[in-house]
């Protein structure tokens, strides 16, 4: 691929730019010789020679400037001695060709066209050929880099398709091993496990999950787990509830029964009452009884001892009889 690449760049930054610099050369060239041309058949209209001359002298400043660069960028032996013939005839060329059209300026055409015809064509042809040669070089190294860029690139896109092919395969490969891996990890295909948790967490957990023998640790195998405990859960969270349910039944039971004798002593507690008022008014009544029983008591000792001091009182009275 940088070998493509670098040839490419060559192709383009070299290659065609110094064809199109030595095109440029050779067009100015030709345009120079049909100026000439026009001044040594037009000698006689100096307004028309003049602007000639100066489109001459302009076409040859681009060429200084084109071939000052196309010396520094021709670096092969061949293309430089081709340079080489160019250069050494160019000036020995123009010399001759502005001979030719100073003669027919003077008046002298015989001698201007038998000099253009002459010394100029015979410099023309050599400087012409050698901008030919070094042209027709460029372009024989730009086939054989086209050639050689195209062979390159044939040889990478077979590369590349071998590449994309092998690619492809080990791409393959791979998502069936993720894919396969995947559903090991899943314990079932992924629409599958969709509908199995959508009916865990709709609370239908009547449906046994389909896990595979000796799956512990997939997906589908801790959803079952979950389902098997929810499922325990549930029952345990329902017996619970009827316990619940039967204790409460008792407890009412056992809160009426309870009522029912706080009823039964709170009536107790009245006749409890009530009796302990009976028998408070009686130990009133005894007390009054007893009262009066002592006042009787006091009563009747006085009455014994007033008795006592009679039966003395006798006893002395009998003593005296």
Request: aromatic fraction near 2%; charge should be neutral.
């Amino acid at each position: 691929m940088d070998r493509l690449n670098s040839e490419i760049t060559e192709l383009s930054n070299e290659r065609m730019v110094k064809t199109m610099q030595f095109n440029e050369v050779k067009s100015n060239f030709q345009t120079i010789a049909r100026n000439a041309r026009n001044v040594i058949i037009s000698h006689d209209d100096r307004a028309f020679v003049d602007d000639q001359m100066q489109k001459i002298m302009e076409l040859r400043k681009k060429n200084d400037i084109l071939l000052d660069d196309l010396q520094r960028a021709v670096r092969l032996p061949e293309g430089k001695e081709y340079f080489k013939t160019l250069i050494d005839n160019r000036i020995p060329y123009n010399a001759a060709l502005e001979r030719a059209t100073q003669l027919a300026i003077n008046g002298d055409s015989e001698a201007s066209n038998k000099l253009l015809f002459g010394e100029v064509r015979t410099l023309q042809n050599v400087v012409f050929k050698a901008v030919d040669d070094s042209i027709g070089m460029q372009q024989v190294i730009a086939n054989a880099i086209a050639k050689r860029s195209t062979e390159v690139a044939g040889l990478t896109v077979r590369l590349m398709t071998v590449l994309a092919l092998l690619m492809a395969g080990i791409g393959s490969l791979t998502g069936w091993l993720i894919t396969r891996n995947l559903r090991r990890s899943l314990g079932a295909e992924p629409g599958e496990l969709g509908v199995a948790v959508s009916r865990v967490a709709n609370g239908d957990l009547s449906q046994p999950l389909a896990v595979a023998r000796g799956d512990q640790s997939s997906v589908l195998a801790n959803i079952a787990r979950m389902q098997t405990r929810l499922t325990d859960v549930v029952a345990g969270v329902r017996s619970n509830s009827e316990s619940v349910a039967s204790a409460s039944a008792q407890i009412a039971q056992g809160n009426n029964d309870l009522s029912s004798r706080t009823e039964q002593q709170a009536s107790a507690l009245q006749q409890t009452a009530a009796s302990m008022e009976e028998l408070s008014s009686t130990v009133r009544q005894n007390a009054d009884n007893a009262q009066q029983a002592n006042q009787l008591a006091d009563s009747a000792s006085a009455v014994a001892v007033q008795g006592g001091e009679v039966v003395g009182q006798v006893v002395e009275t009998m003593k005296g009889i």
